[in-house]
């Protein structure tokens, strides 16, 4: 009687195990795609935080641009306006500026206030467009936040006062300064990199 059940046991033996090689087998698929996905989500922050760094040398790029041609009439790299002193008083395409502001819609992505944006004005390329450590290229563009070109003032919404503190005031130590008006600027970058990877930043400065 023994010898008649021993070879049914030994057939539930193989198919359990074949059952439990399955099962193992794919429980081992599952995690390389698991580890796989995590590599890939890894990869994808590490872009994602490079383009970020990428961009902040656009960003200075822009407010040396600025700097550099705040309060001057011509200049090397603006041209003259035919409205206002200054040459940040009009619309410098050329060079990526507009004098007056392009809010982005509640339904609009990045990609097409980018696209917007580039229709007015060229966006500058940083580091004459090659690449950076990361492979990164960057360009960017700036408005000036008025609603009106011509040179800032109040009329064309342009000009924000600063506060007393922003000023350096002191109510206790010598007497009361004067603060000059600030006008600010919105700097949109673009970042291009490795797979395809595109980003966006925006940085407000006032001068």
Aim: proline share 3%.
């Amino acid at each position: 009687m023994l010898s008649r059940h021993k070879p049914r046991q030994q057939g539930i033996v193989l198919l359990i195990s074949l059952i439990i090689l399955v099962v193992m087998g794919l429980a081992s698929v599952a995690l390389l795609r698991s580890t796989s996905t995590s590599n890939v989500i890894a990869g994808n922050l590490a872009f994602q935080q490079a383009a970020t760094s990428s961009a902040d040398q656009a960003t200075e790029a822009a407010i040396a641009w600025l700097e550099g041609n705040k309060g001057k009439a011509a200049s090397a790299t603006a041209s003259a306006c035919a409205v206002g002193s200054t040459v940040l008083a009009c619309d410098q395409a050329a060079w990526g500026f507009s004098a007056t502001r392009l809010d982005p819609t509640s339904t609009q992505s990045w990609e097409d206030l980018w696209t917007a944006l580039a229709k007015t004005i060229t966006p500058v390329s940083v580091n004459n467009g090659a690449a950076d450590g990361a492979g990164n290229t960057m360009s960017y563009v700036i408005q000036r936040m008025c609603s009106a070109a011509g040179d800032a003032s109040i009329t064309n919404g342009c000009t924000v006062v600063p506060t007393s503190a922003e000023c350096g005031n002191s109510k206790k130590i010598g007497p009361p300064q004067t603060c000059t008006s600030q006008v600010y600027y919105r700097i949109t970058v673009q970042v291009n990199g490795p797979r395809n990877t595109v980003s966006y930043t925006q940085a407000m400065v006032a001068l």
